[in-house]
């Protein structure tokens, strides 16, 4: 069963940086979408960065200050997150969409931005 695990979430202050980290337990089978997701409290869950193979796209409320990179051969997903904002403040997702197994999620880590 594939399974995704991300890192790197924590408390940091307001214009400080992060660096989400996600890997997915096979590295043999090919990812199309890699994506980072977050849901803050009494909120839906939405869209923060998606990579493709041929393109990047991102929330417009994190434009200019996140960034997303992959590395496709070892299934690994990442977000730098500069320039944090109170209301960065979510639990983020890692997704990534698998040919053979279709969409997986990963567990979710807490990120707070607050001084």
Not at 61 to 67: E, I, P, S
């Amino acid at each position: 069963q594939v399974q995704l695990v991300e890192s790197g979430g924590g408390l940091v202050q307001p214009g400080g940086s992060l660096r989400l980290s996600c890997q997915a337990s096979v590295t043999r089978f090919s990812t199309s979408i890699m994506s980072w997701y977050r849901q803050a409290p009494g909120k839906e869950r939405e869209m923060v960065a998606t990579s493709t193979k041929r393109d990047k796209n991102y929330a417009e409320a994190v434009k200019g200050r996140f960034t997303i990179s992959r590395d496709t051969a070892n299934n690994a997903v990442y977000l730098q997150m500069n320039s944090l904002k109170p209301e960065d403040t979510a639990v983020y997702y890692c997704y990534m969409y698998f040919a053979n197994w279709g969409p997986r999620w990963g567990q979710g880590t807490q990120v707070t931005v607050s001084s």
